[in-house]
């Protein structure tokens, strides 16, 4: 059964980090724009997690989260409180109103995720609930390594999609005992600063997963990104068998 996830916020920008973060899991999403429609929706579909915003119209999020504590109901509801304030009396009064974690914005979709896990347990979709027109396009399995396939063109559409999945992706390897990836850059002629933030986008997935992983592709690009500080150091090999031999 899916995870219901609740998240409130009058933001639009925060809801699709929220939304993009779980993303790569097997979860509902419901959104709020205030603390009335937040309550609404929380005594409707008995959310598993609501990810809730301290300042809001019509009814904030310190509103919304004595009325939630108030009713038996919906009361043990875990609480992730988002505030844009860092403060050591902000965030003690945060934690003394029994939310399970806190956040200051603004944050990225990886770290909010590390913070769930604590709480809630979170399951990866399958390739197959992943869908054609989704990230879990780019990834196929070719005996014990993972491939990630890009595209002729990297952009930063490409990275939005796979921010949240990379991190799907690596935890479901771990969990099948998979433990190498070769991202196939065979399609792409050029370097541009979308492909390296996406390489190291990927680097910093698989070391925290444990993940062993190789880039593949033309000969000329390995020699460009020799170039540039972020991946001059990670290894690059001509072609796809080469380097599923280095990671054997």
Excluded: W
Excluded at 64 to 79: R, Y
Excluded at 156 to 173: D, F, G, Q
């Amino acid at each position: 059964m899916a995870l219901k996830v609740l998240t409130v916020d009058d933001s639009k920008t925060i809801r699709m980090v929220v939304k993009r973060a779980f993303k790569g899991f097997d979860c509902e999403l419901h959104e709020a724009e205030n603390g009335v429609e937040g309550l609404s929706l929380a005594s409707k579909v008995k959310p598993d997690l609501i990810v809730l915003d301290i300042t809001m119209p019509v009814m904030n999020g310190i509103e919304m989260l004595e009325k939630l504590k108030a009713e038996p109901s919906l009361k043990d509801i875990p609480v992730i409180m988002l505030t844009a304030e860092s403060g050591k009396d902000n965030v003690m009064k945060i934690v003394k109103m029994g939310v399970n974690d806190y956040m200051v914005k603004p944050f990225k979709g990886d770290q909010l995720i590390e913070r769930v896990e604590k709480i809630v347990k979170l399951s990866p979709k399958s390739a197959d609930a992943a869908g054609a027109g989704s990230a879990g396009k780019y990834f196929a399995l070719d005996q014990d390594v993972e491939l990630l396939n890009l595209p002729e063109k990297v952009g930063r559409p490409l990275i939005v999609e796979l921010e949240s999945a990379l991190a799907a992706k690596t935890r479901e390897m771990v969990g099948a005992g998979i433990k190498k990836l070769v991202v196939n850059m065979e399609k792409c002629s050029q370097t541009n600063m979308s492909l390296i933030k996406l390489i190291v986008l990927v680097a910093q997935n698989c070391q925290k997963a444990g993940v062993a992983f190789r880039l593949a592709g033309q000969q000329s690009l390995g020699e460009e990104l020799k170039g540039f500080q972020e991946t001059s150091a990670i290894p690059f090999d001509a072609s796809i068998e080469a380097a599923k031999a280095a990671l054997a």
